[in-house]
């Protein structure tokens, strides 16, 4: 059983989607680095047993801005568990990376006083549909009102000229789930994730259209208190539409 942190005014974004190599940790390290950047010092809570992510926070160069690292896979048996999974005070922005397979219960915990909930998806259709149920999870099982806009879609690896993108499109549409960036296929981020750096690091000339890609996600993010504020004005929407449209689930064409 997972546990995650509850405090208030915590900006918990969760990344998930149990499809393993669709680009979580990329997302979460990259978020974490434009964050630093811009400061205070960000935490990246890894629950991931691969380590992804505080493998890179390890590669981190020192001169480059702090992430606080809690490796929250590891079972510690020298401290409590609340005690290894401590969030600085000071902290506003906390990225939770999660593992490729996550039960119903973990889902609830994991997505437990999230502000956002991101959801990574490549462009093949097998991972389109893998989205769809992960989707489709966090509405009905985690029971994410979709009133609350807090769950969004990232393409990732993504031509968006594609016929399963273009079906992508149409099903989170009608759900009125939004594509909030489309980070293309580019060598930076494996060379990012390598060095232990974000984009936002690397030098600019070689990475503008990738971190133009991730600052939307960043102004998509920020937006959360104003997010929250309406979705509360939100009130006629018939819970049973969400229930209707996923299990009217779309077929996916190849890529
Ligand atoms: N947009 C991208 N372009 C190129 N390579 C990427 C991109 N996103 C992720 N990768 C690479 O794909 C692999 C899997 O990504 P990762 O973030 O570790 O996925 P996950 O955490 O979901 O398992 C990594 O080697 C990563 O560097
Ligand atoms: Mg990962």
């Known amino acids: 059983m997972l546990i995650t942190p ?6 918990k974004i969760v990344i998930l989607n149990p ?10 390290t990259n978020l974490a680095a434009s964050y630093a950047r811009r400061g205070p010092t960000p935490a990246i809570m890894d629950y991931d047993p691969q380590g992804s992510t505080t493998g890179w926070l390890e590669r981190r160069p020192d001169d480059l801005p ?3 690292g809690i490796a929250a896979y590891k079972k ?8 290894q999974l401590r969030v600085p005070n000071d902290t506003v922005n906390l990225l939770v990376d999660s593992p490729a397979s996550v039960d119903h219960n973990d889902l609830r915990e994991l997505t437990r006083d999230s502000t956002s909930i991101l959801v990574p998806v490549l462009p093949s259709s097998m991972d389109i549909h ?3 149920r992960c989707i489709a999870d966090l509405l009905l099982v985690a029971k994410v ?3 609350d806009r807090k769950l ?14 273009a ?9 009125g789930i939004p594509i909030i960036a489309v980070l293309r296929d580019s060598q930076n981020f494996v060379h990012a994730a390598e060095k232990g750096v974000g984009l936002c690091d690397m030098q600019p000339s070689r990475v503008r259209q990738d971190v133009e890609e991730i600052e939307k996600i960043v102004s998509w993010l920020d937006a959360w208190p104003e997010r929250r504020r309406s979705s509360k004005s939100v009130t006629s929407i018939n819970k049973q539409t969400t229930r209707r449209s996923i299990l009217r689930r779309p077929s996916f064409g190849s890529a």
């Open 130 to 132: 893998a989205a769809s």
């Open 167 to 175: 079906k992508l499109m149409r099903f989170l549409d009608s759900l």
């Open 66 to 68: 702090n992430i606080h």
């Open 19 to 28: 499809k393993g190599g669709c680009g979580k940790s990329t997302l979460a």
């Open 76 to 83: 510690s048996m020298q401290a409590t568990r609340s005690w």
């Open 6 to 11: 509850r405090r208030d005014n915590l900006n």
């Open 145 to 147: 009102d979709r009133r």
């Open 152 to 165: 969004a879609v990232v393409a990732n690896r993504t031509r968006k000229n594609t016929k399963s993108f």
